[in-house]
């Protein structure tokens, strides 16, 4: 209202008119400018997700005296309450890489818990955005008929040693053409041949792989009449480097005793599962997800949507439709 009356004093008596809208068009900015900050407000970000619930495991929102059953997937935030009932359990993880183990009878003021921290968490149930959702890579994927030439390993670093490439069953005749590729240090090998396995090692390549680094892998399928039945293209594979290895190796000391104690419970093993997915170590991760999907916890959506995820990425069409396949139909 200052800036009104100062602009009015210097009106004239054809600016009386002016000077009686103008308080209409500065309503309808600030009206504006409120609206606005309300769109633009950040959403508030999840503080732990609930990756377990058992018994009776209730979530009251912050201020709110009525709370609902909790369930894995939930996110909670800072000042939320959780309460666990007789013969109950729940197991949280946040986003300082805290891993809460909340027993029978219990309460918890999410944000004010004393949790155990583990170093290198894969906490990838907070991630959005990319990496996180790949529906045209899963529609490419599904819609494939290609079985693959390569079965291990495909898009995904390793922790053996050497890379042993392992190629699927050939019929009579036929061969496979095979190219690995380096930038960095350079490295090139091809080779003709109907072996099923093949070391990319100093004995059969003349080099070593480098730990952390990118190989690229070009696969021919040919007949005996040196036809091409089918191929694949730029299949990365890595050993992963000593840092990464070393990191991983901490948080399976930490959760492989737990998974072991309790075996039905699929909390630990998605921890594990996200942190071979965060170092790119996409077999172990599916390895662990199929098994909470399949046994752990049947059907579980996480992992579903994980396993779709992983598939796309390693180009496995079949495993993709036979996971699919078993999603009950709506």
């Known amino acids: 209202m200052l800036v009104f009356q100062m602009n009015n004093s210097f009106d004239g008596g054809r600016n009386a008119m002016r000077r009686n809208r103008l308080p209409f068009f500065v309503i309808l900015f600030l009206i504006g400018a409120i609206s606005l900050t ?4 950040e959403t508030p970000k999840p503080y732990a997700k609930i990756m377990y619930a058992t018994g009776t495991v209730q979530t009251f929102k912050r201020g709110m005296p009525d709370g609902h059953d909790a369930a894995r997937g939930d996110d909670l935030f800072a000042g939320d309450r959780l309460t666990t009932g007789a013969d ?13 183990n909340l027993p029978a009878k219990s309460e918890l003021i999410v944000g004010q818990e004393k949790g155990q921290t583990i170093q290198g968490l894969g906490l990838g149930m907070f991630a ?14 599904r819609n494939s008929d290609q079985a693959p030439l390569l079965l291990y390993p495909r898009n995904t670093m390793i922790r053996e040693k050497n890379i042993v490439l392992k190629f699927a069953p050939l019929e009579s005749g036929e061969r ?4 690995a590729v380096g930038v960095a240090p350079p490295f090139v090998y091809q080779l003709d041949s109907a072996k099923l396995e093949l070391p990319l090692d100093k004995e059969h390549t003349g080099k070593d792989p480098v730990a952390g680094q990118t190989y690229y892998i070009f696969v021919r399928k040919l007949n005996a009449g040196n036809a091409l039945l089918n191929e694949e293209k730029d299949m990365r594979v890595g050993i992963l480097d000593p840092q990464k290895e070393e990191a991983v190796a901490v948080v399976e000391k930490e959760i ?13 093993p998605t921890m594990l599962a996200e942190t071979y997915e965060a170092n790119f170590l996409y077999h172990d991760a599916i390895q662990l997800y199929e098994k909470i999907f399949n046994e752990i916890a049947p059907g579980d959506a996480y992992s579903l949507g994980r396993l779709q995820h992983l598939y796309a990425i390693t180009k496995n069409s079949p495993a993709l439709r036979a996971l699919e396949a078993k ?4």
Not at 38 to 41: M, N
Not at 88 to 100: D, E, F, H, P, Y
Not at 327 to 330: A, D, L, S, T, V
Request: a positive charge; zero cysteines.
């Open 327 to 330: 999603i009950p139909k709506k």
């Open 128 to 141: 959005s955005g990319a990496g996180r959702s790949d529906a045209g890579a899963q529609a490419t994927t």
């Open 88 to 100: 109950s359990k729940a197991v949280l993880i946040t986003v300082q890489r805290k891993m809460i």
């Open 38 to 41: 309300g769109w633009t407000a």
């Open 176 to 179: 496979y053409d095979v190219e």
């Open 256 to 268: 492989l005793p737990l998974m072991e104690a309790e075996k039905r419970n699929p909390a630990y």
